[in-house]
């Protein structure tokens, strides 16, 4: 795997942020692109990504070990089609599309199921385009891969390969199974935040009240609808059976949400709280997955000029690792104003032992 040549028919957000990956992880990788944009093209050229571009699908991807397919749902026909005539047989023939049904049906009709292993790497971005990739956008992200039922074994082992080497985590699925899992943990809460944002839109005051104060939770929950609407449209029409009902299973849910509520049932409502607090604790607390443990404090401090800079004074001079660092303007759902995240739980406690010591009030999370 010292030297391999990769094409991308496609180098959006997700095709350049492999292309940025594979140069890093496998410096002699050699790759060729084509994409309808000519800018992105030559912006890629120039970083030094793409090693030959080219306008059209053409013999340039006769030399290729993997060809990415990273172009747009529609255009995948046409390019299967140009593909078929030049794919050497060595080939592996892939996508990183999030609904791998449509793509699998289309690898058939083309007769290139025994080249073919779906790629689903879950990682994403509001930013689109080439500009805004970058190699560490798949580094822990689980990379799904559904292989087709006539892909050679040794074909998936390479691929596997190739996406650990690459900083993501693969895992291996029925094509089915997956357009199953992503409706409920990816685009059912897309359709959910969009909604709530729209709920919020039409109930609000001419004044904007809501909007105005909309905070911590609020934004938390419907940062996603800040995502392409055509992505997301292509996405409900090319999934819509899972989606669909997995939305009529959640309506349920919102429906007898909503009768604890009318009917006052304080044990009911606690018990459906208290049940999604466990589950979702789980997420964290599980050795793996892709919500990580993290180690932080909250620090109730004046916003005001002075203040960050004698806290991470105090730290520096105790040799205290910080991660990240930040100051929370509202405190609708935090204990205080300024955040300071750490590699390690053992830097979190010693922080937090320090700065209440010099009469800081603090909040330690994990």
């Not at 991807?61 to 593909?83: E, G, R, T």
């Not at 935040?193 to 809501?210: K, P, Q, W």
């Not at 997995?246 to 309506?251: A, G, N, V």
């Amino acid at each position: 795997m010292s030297c391999i040549t990769c094409g991308f028919i496609g180098l959006g957000l997700i095709g350049g942020s492999i292309a940025k990956a594979l140069k890093q992880s496998v410096p002699q990788t050699k790759i060729i692109a084509f994409d309808v944009n000519k800018d992105t093209l030559l912006l890629a050229q120039k970083e030094g990504i793409a090693d030959a571009i080219t306008d059209m699908i053409d013999d340039n991807f006769a030399l290729c070990d993997y060809i990415f397919l990273c172009a747009p749902v529609q255009k995948n026909d046409a390019n299967l089609s140009a593909l078929k005539k030049i794919i050497p047989p060595h080939c592996l023939l892939t996508d990183v599309g999030s609904v791998k049904t449509s793509i699998h049906q289309a690898v058939h009709a083309a007769g290139l199921e025994a080249y073919f292993i779906g790629g689903h790497p879950m990682a994403g971005s509001e930013r689109t385009g080439f500009a805004n990739s970058k190699a560490s956008l798949l580094e822990n992200a689980y990379y799904i891969l559904t292989p087709s039922l006539s892909v050679p074994a040794a074909k998936l082992d390479a691929y596997r390969q190739l996406v650990c080497k690459m900083g993501a985590i693969p895992l291996v699925l029925d094509y089915q199974q997956h357009d199953y899992v992503t409706a409920a943990i990816s685009h059912l809460p897309h359709v959910i935040a969009a909604s709530l944002v729209n709920l919020v839109r039409a109930s609000d005051s001419e004044d904007g009240i809501m909007k105005m104060i909309a905070a911590g939770g609020f934004k938390d929950i419907t940062r996603i609808a800040s995502s392409q609407a055509l992505m997301w449209q292509q996405i409900c029409l090319a999934n819509g059976k899972n989606i669909s009902a997995l939305l009529s299973e959640y309506i349920k849910t919102l429906m007898d949400f909503q009768a604890l509520i009318d009917n006052g049932d304080r044990t009911g409502l606690y018990e459906t709280f208290d049940n999604a607090r466990i589950y979702r604790d789980s997420f964290i607390n599980a050795s793996s997955g892709p919500i990580k443990r993290s180690y932080r404090i909250y620090v109730d401090i004046a916003d005001r000029a002075g203040s960050l800079a004698k806290i991470t004074g105090q730290m520096a001079e105790q040799n205290i690792s910080i991660k990240n660092i930040g100051i929370t303007h509202n405190r609708e759902s935090e204990d205080g104003v300024l955040k300071i995240e750490f590699y390690e739980e053992a830097a979190m406690i010693n922080a937090g032992e320090l700065l209440r010591k010099i009469g800081y009030s603090v909040s330690i999370r994990s």
